[in-house]
């Protein structure tokens, strides 16, 4: 049988490395070690892998995740050989951690060290419009897998103010404080609106990856209606 198809570009990645970008669009990790993974991102394995509901682990985080309206599902991946993630085609991108940490949108999480700690941050609203929205931290030593709709950009935030649409913020640096603002005035609003209501705002040493598209609103634990975690319970969180 012969095939373009069969072509060494296909083909699964000889390598000893535990996180491969097996494709623009895919995924591999080598376990040992166990792996979390967004529920629903598994597309192939081999070997002797189970696959298990991964709690939220205290009591804030529960609260955090019921508040949040957020949850981002979690898996347990565990056992020997290697399994194969994507979501969305969506291309993938690999975050080395070194003690450090990471903010990430919950849509474009794929997988990531289960040595990792992960908590919900809460982005405060800079507008009475809106509750605010969150995000999942990520930090110590190890791998994070991302996905991205399109090839991102890397904007850097210390040199201006960087404004970027709630559903196009892939990830940023931790340490940023990013505002929820509202960038839409009330003769706009009255003559049917921009489309272009709310932004994340940063500024300050660090970065933010922004995707060439945004998540459907409607369909998105990111959108504002969704998400907005206002009010006494949501500022327990801030």
Not at 87 to 95: E, I, M, P, S
Not at 131 to 160: I, K, R, W, Y
Not at 185 to 194: D, I, P
Request: hydrophobic share 40%; charged share 15%.
């Amino acid at each position: 049988m012969q095939s373009e198809l069969f072509g060494q570009a296909n083909l699964e990645k000889q390598t000893n490395e535990r996180f491969v970008v097996q494709n623009p669009q895919m995924l591999r990790v080598s376990l040992g070690d166990d792996v979390l993974a967004v529920k629903g991102a598994m597309v192939a394995y081999q070997g002797a892998v189970t696959f298990n509901h991964e709690s939220a682990g205290s009591m804030g985080r529960l609260l955090k995740k019921a508040v949040s309206g957020d949850d981002v599902p979690l898996m347990r991946v565990s056992g020997q050989g290697e399994v194969f993630f994507a979501d969305t085609a969506g291309y993938v991108f690999l975050v080395q951690l070194t003690g450090d940490a990471l903010s990430v949108s919950g849509r474009n999480l794929l997988a990531f060290d289960s040595s990792l700690k992960w908590d919900i941050k809460r982005v405060k609203a800079g507008s009475m419009m809106a509750g605010g929205l969150f995000n999942m931290e990520l930090s110590g030593t190890g791998t994070v897998a991302l996905h991205a709709v399109g090839q991102p950009v890397v904007l850097d935030c210390a040199q201006q103010p960087t404004h970027v649409d709630v559903n196009a913020a892939v990830a940023w640096s931790s340490h940023l404080q990013p505002q929820l603002v509202n960038s839409m005035n009330v003769r706009s609003m009255l003559r049917g609106g921009s489309g272009e209501a709310f932004q994340y705002r940063y500024h300050g040493q660090g970065f933010v990856v922004v995707q060439p598209s945004e998540w459907d609103s409607g369909a998105s634990g990111s959108s504002v209606g969704s998400s907005g975690g206002g009010g006494i319970i949501g500022d327990l969180f801030s």
